[in-house]
Nanobody, 126 residues
Framework: VQLQASGGGLVQAGSSLSLSCAASGRTLRNYVMGWFRQSPGKEREFVAA????????YYADSVKGRSTISRGNAKNTVYLQMNSLKPEDTAVYYC????????????????????WGQGTQVTVSS
């Protein structure tokens, strides 16, 4: 499975940005797609995830209410729409796939995810 993240960039605080993640190499069913981020000097942290089959979503408190994760019309594509961006949202954002979750229950632990994209940089200026 290959994951390709895109959509990052340099934006001003208060702006919006949409990240995309395209999966290829395998038709993924009953899996969870997630977004994580890592800021300089910090550990990678969970941002949001969606259970592909159920459509359920879960967000970190830091982005809840400002972000929306969704499935695209194209197969194996997931989006992360981020609004009201803050300088503290600056990070490299990674998409990841958890293919082993029982009943596609959303898990937030980094170690639960099996496949990772290369990351896309989001920089929010104040």
């Amino acid at each position: 499975v290959q994951l390709q993240a895109s959509g990052g960039g340099l934006v001003q605080a208060g702006s919006s940005l949409s990240l995309s993640c395209a999966a290829s190499g395998r038709t993924l069913r009953n899996y969870v797609m997630g977004w994580f981020r890592q800021s300089p000097g910090k550990e990678r942290e969970f941002v949001a995830a969606i259970s592909w089959s159920a459509g359920s979503t879960y967000y970190a408190d830091s982005v809840k209410g400002r972000s929306t994760i969704s499935r695209g019309n194209a197969k194996n594509t997931v989006y992360l729409q981020m609004n009201s961006l803050k300088p503290e949202d600056t990070a490299v954002y990674y998409c990841a796939a958890d293919v082993g979750s029982p009943l596609a229950v959303i898990r937030v632990g980094e170690s639960e995810y099996d496949y990772w994209g290369q990351g896309t940089q989001v920089t929010v200026s104040s």
